[in-house]
């Protein structure tokens, strides 16, 4: 089976200027969360959708804004980029409901390097 | 506020070695931790996690993490290291406080792990 996969690899934008990711889950898997994870730093959470509706938000403007679609994959998009928005975006995919079990693992994909000029 | 910390910011090991990648962790109720390597340009792997039960955990490459309640820890091990064990390495846990469901994680800063021939 195929993993997560996330599209483009890498993507050079200018401030200002607007992105959109994307990601498809594991087969079979409803919960998709994007993380964002600075150089240096680790992923810090930036949305999840489960069944296509927003569960939860992480500490981000509302520049940030994902959706998800009937088939579980996911966009990402991010309004005004900002030389500060420059990171790799990770989408993670699991099996586990709303409800638990909260020991479930998720699954990575690759990632999308953004780099805002 | 649940938080996870890795005090190290590199470890340093010669091959063949035991190695040690330290985490500790403050959560309310009880902790589901998780181990994740990342290569470079890569997405996260997951290596092992903590749900109950034994102190012990055995996760994939060789890898084990000794959880340890009193001192909140939860200490990433490998008897032998390998060159290509060389990677970053995140400790996680899981938001048991996020309202949106399970799958949110809560990842330390990383510790870089450069194992020598």
């Known amino acids: 089976d195929a993993g997560v996969t996330q599209s483009p690899t890498h993507l050079i934008k200018t401030r200002g200027q607007h992105v959109t990711l994307r990601c498809s889950p594991i087969?079979?898997?409803?919960?998709v969360s994007w993380y964002q994870q600075v150089l240096g730093q680790g992923p810090q959470f930036i949305f999840q959708y489960y069944e296509k509706e927003e569960r939860g938000r992480g500490n981000f403007p509302d520049r940030f804004s994902a959706r998800q679609f009937p088939n579980y994959s996911s966009e990402l998009n991010v309004n005004a980029l900002l030389l500060g928005d420059s990171a790799l975006y990770l989408c993670?995919?699991?099996?586990?409901?709303?409800?638990?079990?909260?020991?479930?693992?998720?699954?990575f994909g690759p990632g999308t390097r953004l780099t805002v000029l | 506020a649940q938080s996870v910390a890795q005090p190290e910011d590199q470890v340093n090991v010669a091959e063949g070695n035991p190695l040690t990648v330290k985490c500790t962790y403050s959560?309310?109720?009880?902790?589901?931790l998780f181990w994740y390597v990342q290569y470079p340009n890569r997405g996260l792997q997951f290596l092992l996690k903590y749900i109950t039960g034994d102190n012990l955990v055995k996760g994939s490459y060789g890898f084990e993490a000794e959880f340890n309640k009193s001192q909140t820890s939860f200490h990433l091990k490998k008897p032998s290291a390998l060159v290509s064990d060389s990677a970053l390495y995140f400790c996680?846990?899981?938001?048991?406080?996020?309202?949106?469901?399970?799958?949110?994680?809560?990842f330390g800063a990383g510790t870089r792990l450069a194992v020598h021939p």
């Open positions: 087969s079979g898997h409803k919960s």
């Open positions: 996680a846990v899981r938001d048991l406080m996020f309202s949106g469901g399970y799958n949110k994680l809560i």
């Open positions: 959560v309310s109720g009880n902790p589901y």
């Open positions: 993670a995919s699991s099996g586990t409901g709303l409800a638990g079990p909260p020991y479930n693992e998720q699954f």
